[in-house]
């Protein structure tokens, strides 16, 4: 079943690992998306300031998104059901319960959760652009800080929405598009959709169409059933 994307240490050496191949060496292959790096331009910025805050994306609607480091191609980390941008900079304590359980409990507010620079934001930072951002509905503390859209959604819509906000932003492309559960889908729709705006994906225990293929019945139901499930902290 899925695990958080910031569980532990080795999984940032395991994204930086990946992500090196797929921005210095192309290798990180984006899978029936069509997509050709071949094609992408390579421009390394000069220079390129952190940001964090609410970008308006048009139609009245702001989204958060925090970005860091130099390079390219930009790494945008897509979180999964119930988390934003600030899980990508957080660990959890290897002593944690939450490490036992056997689907993601840190969507329903399990877990505790610490900012460390180790975590895989920080350390992607460090090598080249990243960016991580709030999806409408995700914040399980505090006030939501993107502007709220109808739940649920179709989830082109929430690609498109990424894609919007990325340019709104003045990120440029080629990217390198790191999704976590949910965020599978948000990935594989925006790279068939820019194709040539997309240079990798690194998918972290992610949803994608063989899932089924992969996954037993028994594994499926109860994934299912997680994932009808709803509540105000994750709808």
């Known amino acids: 079943m899925r695990r958080a994307p910031t569980e532990i240490v080795e999984l940032a050496a395991r994204a930086r690992h990946a992500l090196r191949l797929a921005a210095f060496a192309s290798t990180v292959a984006l899978a029936g998306c069509g ?18 805050g609410l970008v308006d994306i048009g139609g009245g609607r702001k989204m958060y998104l925090e970005c860091s480091g130099r390079g390219s191609p930009t790494v945008v980390l897509i979180s999964g059901k119930g988390n934003g941008a600030a899980v990508w ?3 959890l304590d290897p002593a944690d319960p939450a490490h036992d359980a056997d689907h993601d409990v840190l969507a329903w507010g399990q877990g505790e959760l610490h900012r460390r620079a180790s975590a895989v934001f920080p350390s992607v930072s460090r090598f ?6 709030d999806r409408p509905g995700v914040r399980l503390d505090g006030p939501e800080v993107s502007i709220p859209i109808i739940q649920p959604h179709p989830a082109d819509q929430a690609a ?3 894609h919007r906000l ?6 440029a492309g080629p990217y390198v598009l790191v999704p976590h559960s949910y965020g ?6 925006l790279a068939q959709a820019w194709p040539g705006e997309v240079d990798g994906l690194v998918m972290v225990d992610a949803v ?3 899932l089924r293929q992969v996954a037993s019945a028994e594994a499926l139901a109860r994934w299912d059933a997680l994932n009808q499930t709803s509540t105000p902290e994750a709808p």
């Open 184 to 189: 599978g889908v948000v990935a594989i729709l």
């Open 160 to 162: 498109d929405d990424l």
């Open 166 to 171: 990325l340019v709104a932003a003045g990120e």
């Open 89 to 91: 900079s957080e660990i």
């Open 35 to 52: 997509g050709d790096s071949a094609s992408v331009p390579m421009e390394v910025r000069t220079s390129a300031a952190d940001v964090g």
């Open 128 to 133: 080249t652009r990243v960016c991580a951002y």
């Open 208 to 210: 994608a169409p063989m």
